[in-house]
């Protein structure tokens, strides 16, 4: 990916160069766009940096509020027609959903049953910005400024809209009408992080979805479907509350989706700005990713156990699609390896600052070097805040979270009254903890831990039970052992459901493990790496081809499995003043085993990460250079 402080001339590998055409490695890397033809990676960034009001963009500008004017990124691009003519008519589905008003909480909520399931996840969908996405949106807004050179159709200066994200995760507003940006402070036995009560919304945990207001539109409150939505009696003397307005709902703090938040997604591309567009040496200890990371730096080593693993999500955080609360001592690695990769980038960027900064007060040195302290610990062990220790998560990944040749997906740390001090959940396999692993740890650090080639066989596996193509051709990756992909032993691939966002994110793992590989590291012979890398040049290109698949005008002309009948009538695109080209999340609606569903809607954090995978850039990696 591409790696700034990088020489972004940097010649295109041979056998990418038929590639350029198609957009996903433009800009400074592919050369211009013949004349008059559409150049699809500004399609892409256009759909990042304009309104859904206007353009049908991803974003929005609240109208009132405590965050009037800032622009905001949605997570996904819906239609009422995709829910009501698409999804409402699948078998054994019905929309029809009985919403009333309960005094005790000032709430319009669902009364239980399937229709509510559902109007829960498209009023998600439709109205809700996941702070992972946000995060990734905040580097591609950046480098498809900084290294493409596109304009964006707000006429905003890319810094200051990308800014816009961390002002909402710095605002301290915790009130119901504007759940946007609030923390989840310790109220009683709700929110505790591993029995540590955090008072200050500066150190708490963001909520992983945030919505424009409390109060959100059903994408089905219109005349052509209104009649699924029965609604009791509401407050006859508040004009606020209306048939079709349901509360927002989704307040689960988790600490991967923080992870990206405030350490991968706002650092990174503070790095652009600062070293790449400015030129300078470091990123100011006054900004406000920085201040945001340092804030919340101590919650997440409050998570921290002593086998080294952090924990999903403070008590009384519900699971996905439940209402029963996730156990206290449950583990996500893929969270693990995102807080992993984050805690890397903040401790280059706090390291450039203690080297460069000259401004710097004896208290900002302080500071700084309990920051650099704390990471260490929490990375290689030892005593944490409150008199706790941790083998560091170093320990963890390398002895619990490794299993059989692949990473487990989950598992249950340090469990009161229990012996082992780390239970594994293996099944189902999950495609990005194994990918992201890569990624995150780096080709040599795995291959040093378990084994000359162990990265290598990793991938081989991940695309026996996880790999999505037709015939002989791979495409990209799913998301589970369970979605019917995989390579069947003759070599024929099977097209069960494929993901553009983390298809991108195995596409960013065999370009760590290919420059790895491709200087013949210790315990690997010549000619074994050249084939390797041979291999997994070949798996890029295929899974680039496969990825712009996913390209909305692409998917609309393609046939990929389980695609909408009559998909353009579901989701049109826009055409003014260039076609738009999001990528969507889902090659089709697929319910993932992790427990939310796959919708093929234009997402962002997919159209994000196909501006990183166009630019070779890493976001695991402090600077976007590969671990």
């Known amino acids: 990916m591409l790696r700034p402080g990088y020489s972004s001339s940097r010649p295109l590998p041979r056998r990418l160069s038929r590639l350029v055409l198609l957009g996903l490695v433009a800009g400074a890397h592919a050369g211009p766009t013949p004349a008059g033809a559409p150049d699809p990676l500004a399609g892409s960034y256009e759909y990042l940096v ?94 498809g400024s900084v290294v493409n050179h596109y304009p964006n159709l707000i006429d905003a200066d890319p810094y200051e809209l990308a800014s816009h994200q961390d002002e909402v995760l710095g605002r301290l507003h915790n009130v119901r009408d504007v759940p946007t940006g609030s923390r989840a402070t310790t109220a009683g036995a709700l929110y505790r992080y591993n029995g540590t009560s955090i008072a200050d919304p500066r150190q708490a945990y963001a909520f992983r979805m945030t919505a424009p207001q409390w109060l959100v539109p059903d994408p089905l409150q219109g005349p052509r479907y209104a009649s699924v939505i029965s609604v009791s009696a509401l407050p006859a003397n508040n004009p606020r509350y209306k048939p079709g307005l349901v509360s927002w709902s989704d307040w689960k703090p988790i600490t991967g989706d923080n992870a990206w938040a405030f350490l991968v997604g706002p650092l990174q591309a503070a790095y652009l700005q600062y070293q790449v567009r400015l030129h300078g040496q470091y990123v100011p200890f006054a900004s406000v990713p920085v201040q945001n990371a340092l804030a919340v730096l101590p919650a997440f080593a409050a998570m921290q156990s002593a086998c080294g693993a952090v924990y999903y999500a403070p008590s009384g955080t519900l699971e996905n699609a439940a209402d029963v609360a996730v156990d206290r001592a449950d583990v996500s690695i893929e969270n693990n390896l995102s807080l992993f990769a984050g805690l890397g980038i ?21 500071r700084l070097t309990q920051g650099v302290a704390l990471i260490d610990t929490m990375l290689a062990g030892g005593g944490l805040p409150g008199e706790r220790n941790t083998r560091g998560l170093r320990d963890f990944l390398h002895r619990h979270a490794w299993r059989d040749g692949e990473f487990v997906q989950a598992g249950f740390a340090n469990e009161p009254g229990r012996a082992e001090e780390w239970r594994p959940v293996t099944e189902p396999r999950a495609v990005d903890v194994n990918t992201w692993g890569v990624a995150a740890l780096g080709a040599k650090q795995i291959d040093d831990w378990f084994g000359a080639g162990a990265a290598y066989r990793l991938w081989e596996s991940v695309k026996r039970w996880g790999a999505y193509g037709e015939g002989q051709t791979l495409y990209g990756v799913g998301y589970s052992d369970a979605d019917g992909n995989g390579r069947l032993d003759d070599g024929r691939y099977r097209s069960g459901v494929l993901s553009a966002e983390w298809t991108a994110g195995a596409i960013v793992a065999v370009r760590n493990m290919a420059e790895y590989y491709g200087a013949t590291p210790k315990g690997v012979d010549a000619p074994r790496a050249r084939i390797l890398v041979v291999a997994l040049k070949a798996d890029e290109e295929a899974m680039v081809e496969g990825l712009e698949r996913m390209r909305f ?73 590969p671990n």
């Not at 989701?571 to 919708?599: K, M």
Request: with cysteine; hydrophobic share 30%; proline share 9%.
């Open 346 to 366: 903040l401790r280059g960027t706090l390291a450039a600052e203690l080297a460069r900064e000259p401004s710097l007060s004896a208290e900002d040195r302080r």
């Open 553 to 625: 005008s692409r998917y609309v002309d393609g046939h990929l499995t389980g695609k909408p009948a009559h998909y353009p009538d579901l989701i049109v695109e826009p055409t003014s003043p260039i076609p738009s080209e999001p990528y969507l999340y889902s090659s089709r609606r697929y319910r993932i085993p992790f427990g939310w569903y796959g919708n093929p809607l234009p997402s962002t954090s997919s159209t994000a990460w196909a501006i990183l995978i166009a630019d070779h850039f890493d976001p695991f990696g402090y600077r976007g250079r």
């Open 50 to 143: 304009s309104y859904r009001a206007t353009h049908n963009g991803a974003l929005y500008k609240p109208a009132d509020g405590p965050f009037k004017d800032l622009s905001l990124p949605y997570s996904f691009g819906d239609s009422e027609r995709y829910w009501g003519d698409y999804v409402c008519r699948q078998p054994s589905t019905s929309c029809a959903v009985a919403d009333y008003y309960d005094p005790a909480d000032y709430a319009i909520k669902a009364r239980p049953g399937a229709g509510a399931i559902l109007q829960s996840e498209r009023i998600n969908v439709h109205n809700g910005t996941n702070i992972y996405d946000a995060a990734t949106w905040q580097i591609a807004v950046m480098l």
